[in-house]
């Protein structure tokens, strides 16, 4: 048997669930599915979209080619008359960091969240038809998550009614933004307000950075592009900027103004809107790395599955087959709950685009009040599932054993992408600690005030300190109620016992600061509870299809029992469990893997991902692996000639002892 074709034709009969069904459920909706589907087909068909030799490329060609890739799809966008979403997807499946990303994701929600009616109606349908290209210019050389810390200064000029933006110093040059420094004509610039020699706080300015006719920087803008990053192909096809300004003035009408407005008087006008609003962008992002998460996760995983049930390793009898790796329970621990953590991912995606959706409408009416939790889950969400995924992503080569470092297995390239999320739209520990505020008040706010939303749990925070788990045997661990409790307990637990150790500090910022380590994990354990409910709450939806919901009971014990594994020392040190009990569940996760196990196949095959989008040779679906690998290494160009460049020069006088007199 030279490839694995037979190997996941087999494992596909082993289904106990209906995969179309679940496909749908993983989409959300039929339609998402319909939709989704069609255009990962339209992208996978398209020959201008091809991305594997994208690793290969140098950077000159590699930005090239991906211009090539928008310009094209804007055109599909147009000719086939595509919607917002369908746009959307289309960025998506193409797979290829972009100047689009930041347009799209970053300067039109600028706008729309931060602008007034006026700036909206004049920018976002220049935007929104791609006659400006914007970008999201925040971060600085000296700072980034610091964001009252950037040294830019928009100084107004009364004289001229404009506003001077001057980057003061080295470690005030914008540093980061995406689609900078090559492309993007405009950029929504952060920098500090001062007004007759006064400072108002950091604000957003849209500032025009090239000339539209012939792309060339404005008179006071030096704009050029950091430099390579983190792996081959990768983020490289972004031309993240670097952006000095030299005193160059904007009109006073692109401050954008829904949340402080300056008069013509130079008055500094503080409107109702809390200031919080100017970090609305972020919010939204963040929501978006969410549902992106298990996009990016599930893709390792797929990949890490097929190749695990393709590859054979031992205990051949009487020269028979060797066992598929899948089997061994060493890789089912290691694969499956990546695989579960793939579906919580998705389906915590889904309510925070819900909560997102919400709170945007009530911003648009001027309720603030859901504001703080927004941010709070955001920013926590992002950092639990951006972390998870890269790690998970960097397990997933592991699994692939030696194979899994090849660049054509996808893996390396899609690690190399994505890590950045750990890093951007905020730090994951610098975003935890956004958390642990959040925690701390409401904790501080329980004897008189009502904790609401995902916090409510802690209502019961007498129940959840003092009664402890019940299970007795390994079953009774499948109850959704049990398990939810103790994630509710743990985190209560942690969170009150920071908030009392915190008590003890005279000055509570130096308190927060020396605790701020156990402060991070309380705020893991909080939002491990928002993820293992979110799942539980969809479990609770009508699902569906011949098994599925079944399948996706087990991957939610799989998920929620691997964390309570993995941080059982948190549930032992706060009392809720018994040494006994989290053995227990350990045992039970066992039980669960070998349910999974003869579904492990068709569970990747319903996150439908394409062969195209996957890029990977050990995760095709076919399984045709080592052909393909062979054929893949004897195409790679380095094999174009038997002798390479340098042997003459280089090895042959070695071999036969002439370096010495060899030119080198
Ligand atoms: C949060 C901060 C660290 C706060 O700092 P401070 O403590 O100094 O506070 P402040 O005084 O500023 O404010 C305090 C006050 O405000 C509240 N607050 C803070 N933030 C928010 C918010 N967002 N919303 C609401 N409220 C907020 C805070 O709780 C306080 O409230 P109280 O006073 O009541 O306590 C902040 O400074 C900060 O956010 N720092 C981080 C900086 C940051 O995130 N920068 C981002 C730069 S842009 C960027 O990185 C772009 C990245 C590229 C993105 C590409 C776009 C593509 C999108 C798709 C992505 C898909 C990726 C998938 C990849 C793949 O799959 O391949
Ligand atoms: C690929 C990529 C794309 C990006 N795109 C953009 C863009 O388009 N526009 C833009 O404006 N920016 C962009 N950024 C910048 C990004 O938003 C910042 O890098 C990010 O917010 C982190 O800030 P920093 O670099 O200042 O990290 P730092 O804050 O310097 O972090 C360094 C270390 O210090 C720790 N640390 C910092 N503060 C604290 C604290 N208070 N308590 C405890 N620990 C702390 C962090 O945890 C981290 O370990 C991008 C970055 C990357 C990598």
New binding site residues.
Partial sequence: MEGGVDYLIDERKKAQFDVEAMKVAWAGSRQAFELSDRIAKLVANDPIFEKFSRPMLGRKELFKNSLRKVAHAWKLIIDLRLSEEEAKLLRHYIDE?AYTD?QWE?FIPAIEGQGTEEQKRKWLPLARKMQVIG?????ELG????VQGLETTATFDPQTDEFVIHSPTLTSS???????AKVSTHAIV?ARLILDGQFHGVHGFIVQLRNLENHTPLPGITVGDIGM?FGNGA?NT?D?GVIRFNHVHIPRNQMLMRVSQVTREGKFVQSDVPRQLLYGTMVYVRQKIVADASKALSRAVCIATRYSAVRRQFGSRNGGPEIQVIDYKTQQSRLFPLLASAYAFRFVGEWLKWLYTDVKQRLEANDFSTLPEAHACTAGLKSLTTSATADGIEECRKLCGGHGYLVSSGIPELFATYV?AC????????MM?QVARFLVKTVSELGYKQPVGTTAYMRRVTALMQSNCAVRTAEEWLNPGVVVEAFEARSTRMAVACGQRLAKFENPEEGF?EL?ADLVEASLAHCQVIVVSKFVEKLQQEIPGKGVKRLLEVLFYVYALFLLHKHQGDFLATGYLTPKQASLANDQLRILYSKVRPNAIALVDSFNHTDHLLSSILGRYDGNVYPKLYEAAFNDPFNDSDIADGIHQYVQPMLRQELHSAKL
């Fill in positions: 960091p930041l970053m970008s999201y210019a925040q971060t700072h980034g998550s610091n914008k540093w980061w933004p995406g689609g900078t952060y990053k983020y972004m993240n950045p890093t951007f739209e905020g730090d994951n520990v610098v600690l600061a701020s």
